[in-house]
């Protein structure tokens, strides 16, 4: 393999204008038996050429059972850290590392192992949205798909601290009568939503369904008529009789919705400050069809989990994935 620059976190080298990125990623995935896994929140090209497109708790379990030499991840960061704790001994790549998360940075792990020792007898729940090191310090990872079904499998006695989203944490607890300890953190995309765009949006579209995603504030999800993980909002928005959908969530997931359901409408909802496109993760879109192209024909950057962190990471990923199995998610 030729010597490539990746210090800026993703390879950097230029890319013929005469190569077609599309006809030559697929090529590449065949010949070096590659897959690419991506979320629901990547640019509408990057989930056309993915192998498979879902949310969190979907990337994982894929991960988990898949059978290929190179996973992509084309997500953000935790996401290829997951999949290579899940498969330490496959390559896993990620278009650019520089494709973090605000909400897993909200939580570092050395903050976190000094509120365990603060709470004596909790135990700890973490969102998938965390770092693997966060995740050595964790009794059960949940995604937004599962959470509530996981924090019910606890006894109703259980002291537990849920983090680092205190959005979906605090949905939960109103959901399940819990009353979990929550972390103070939050997602940047999903905290920019604002009641009165949707109000203002619900006046225009009077039938609309109002979808939001569970990081959003209770504010928001108390005017949503579903609130789910991405995956849940789009089969909601499949089986419902409804035309119209306001969507509260990364604007990403608009190309899954509008490809399965042609006939329906599907308005994104705008941020407070409707002159940036703050409902796109800055994060999630530095990922793009020439970075991809690049990291599948350098095989750059690598996703790489310290062995002992990943050691005890797995241990709560495998308790979540169990669990998803047991209660067909
Ligand atoms: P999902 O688990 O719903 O895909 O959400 C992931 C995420 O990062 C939401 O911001
Ligand atoms: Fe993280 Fe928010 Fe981006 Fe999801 S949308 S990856 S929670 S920053």
Redesign the pocket.
Known sequence: MIAVDISRGYVDAPIDEKVDIVAEIKRMKEEKNAVILA???QESAIQEIADFVG???ALAQWAAKCDADILVVCG?HFMGETAKILCPYKKVLIPDLNAG?S?ADSCKAEDLAAFKLQHPGYKVISY??TSAAVKAHTDMVV???NARQIVESFPADEKLIFGPDRNLGGYINSITGRNMLLWNGA?H??EQFSVEKIVELKKQYPDAEVLA?P?CKSTILALADKVG???ALLKHAINSDCKQFIVA??SGILHEMRKNCTEKTFIPAPPADSTCACNE?NYMRMNTMRKLYNTLKYELPEVTVDKEIAAKAIVPIERMLDISAKLGL
């Open positions: 979320h629901y929140y949310d969190s708790l953000v998360c909400l998938v949205n995604t937004s798909t997602c995309v999903h995603h990081e993980s991405t995956a969530t990364e993760c």
